[in-house]
């Protein structure tokens, strides 16, 4: 079955442990992308990756790295999380050169940081 | 499921009716539009596209009507059923075309 796949689905962490959102998708996509969502902001992009080895910062980058090491994978770390990066984030891909803003997006990972 | 927006504007609409979600965008240099349904604990689901040249896109049972005119944008559901129960999000391309910008979500509630 095409998928995201995010993990994991939900994390409750401390202020200042770093952690790592992964991401997958089996579709042989190039372009990925990391948003995070809260309400009544809407989704917001985070980072986003053009293919492997490409990584560009999207709206709200600060406090985030990612890195694309293979196609399928686009992790996102938080090095040194904090109370106001409590949210639900969104993996997605899209196969950019045919249909780029047909994203598929994961199911989702709610992150609260006490 | 998961809260995707506390105070979200509310489409009610009966099972069988047409409804019309509209959505006004920012930037007169996009040329993509696109239309996203998100269900209660899930992630976004792409519904349809449509590009700057073109004023009327049709999908099943979904149409999309762009107005550059006035940058307004809407999502026609016909035969609207209770499966389409979601929030569903604008999108658009910006000035930077590897890049979507969401607006901030509709709730559509279908009831009998």
């Known amino acids: 079955e095409a998928q995201v796949t995010q993990n994991p689905r939900y994390l409750i962490t401390v202020t200042g442990k770093k952690l790592t959102v992964t991401c997958s998708q089996n579709m042989n996509h190039e372009y990925m992308s990391w948003y995070r969502q809260d309400p009544g902001l809407g989704l917001r992009q985070i980072y986003y990756?053009?293919?492997?080895?490409?990584?560009d910062k999207g709206d709200v980058p600060e406090g985030y790295k990612v890195s694309r090491k293979e196609k399928r994978n686009f992790p996102l770390i938080l090095e040194s999380p904090s109370p106001n990066q409590t949210s639900l984030y969104f993996c997605a891909s899209s196969l950019y050169r045919v249909r780029p803003y047909e994203q598929y997006f994961g199911p989702g990972t709610r992150l609260t940081v006490t | 499921g998961e809260s995707v927006g506390l105070h979200l504007p509310t489409l009610s609409v009966q099972e069988g009716d047409n409804s019309i979600i509209n959505c006004a965008y920012s930037?007169?240099?996009?040329?993509?539009f696109i239309w996203y349904k998100q269900e209660s604990g899930k992630g976004p689901q792409f519904i349809i596209d449509?590009?700057?040249?073109?004023d009327k896109r049709q999908g099943q049972r979904v149409t999309v009507l762009l107005n550059k005119t006035v940058k307004h944008l809407s999502l026609q559901i016909a035969a609207t059923q209770p499966g389409d129960s979601a929030v569903y999000f604008c999108a658009e391309n910006g000035e930077n075309t590897d890049k979507l910008i969401f607006g901030t979500g509709t709730r559509l509630q279908v009831f009998p």
């Open positions: 990756s053009m293919n492997v080895e490409v990584t």
């Open positions: 449509i590009r700057s040249n073109m």
């Open positions: 930037n007169s240099a996009s040329d993509y």
